[in-house]
């Protein structure tokens, strides 16, 4: 297992590690990283989750295609931006699939033409804010499993009950058979690792 210091989104270690097609727990890595991420970027946008999952499959083979000659350079272009740059390129092969499929469809039924004309369009911009939004979203999720494999199990259950499920802090006490005073305490001091872990991945470059 991988240490805990290096589940973070864009690690500069992770993109030397994909240079070799066969490490396969380091595309796993990615992979379990990113996909969400470029799914939901993909939904956002207008695709059916169908479309979508094809999206992201298409986008980590891009991924693999580029890793030989990759040189991660923070100054030349941020990782993040880099990833958005090959996932923009895929929803649009996805649009510009369904758009084939339909005229194909409108040759021979009329009904599909109203289809067709309405096929989403969306702008660069809208899709960098959900771009950004989804990323944003990667680092809680990241920060959250940093903090899941970092404290105690009981701890990180109460705290995942009471302040990310919301449950009362009554129930959370009866259920885990735990005290009130625990309760708040063990979400005092996770939700303290959790900032901690978020405030570092929000610093590092992207």
Do not use: C
Not at 57 to 86: A, C, H
């Amino acid at each position: 297992m991988k240490g805990d210091e290096e589940f973070i989104p864009t690690r500069e270690s992770l993109l030397s590690r994909l240079k070799d097609w066969q490490d396969e727990d380091s595309w796993k890595d990615f992979f379990d990283t990113y996909w969400r991420l470029i799914f939901n970027a993909g939904v956002k946008a207008g695709l059916s989750q169908a479309e979508a999952q094809d999206a992201v499959q298409e986008t980590v083979i891009s991924v693999m295609k580029s890793m030989p000659g990759f040189q991660y350079d923070p100054v030349n272009g941020s990782f993040k931006s880099w990833l958005l740059r090959l996932t923009k390129w895929r929803i649009a092969d996805q649009f510009r699939r369904r758009q084939r499929e339909l005229q194909e469809t409108s040759r021979r039924d009329e009904t599909a033409t109203d289809l067709l004309e309405n096929i989403p369009d969306p702008s660069v911009r809208a899709l960098e804010a959900m771009w950004d939004e989804e990323w944003e979203n990667t680092l809680v999720d990241a920060a959250m499993h940093r903090v899941k494999r970092t404290v105690d199990s009981k701890q990180y259950q109460i705290f995942d009950l009471y302040a990310v499920k919301g449950w009362p802090v009554s129930k959370v006490a009866s259920v885990l058979k735990v005290s009130v005073g625990s309760v708040y305490l063990a979400k005092h001091r996770v939700g303290t690792q959790f900032k901690k872990h978020l405030a570092e991945l929000q610093s590092r470059p992207v």
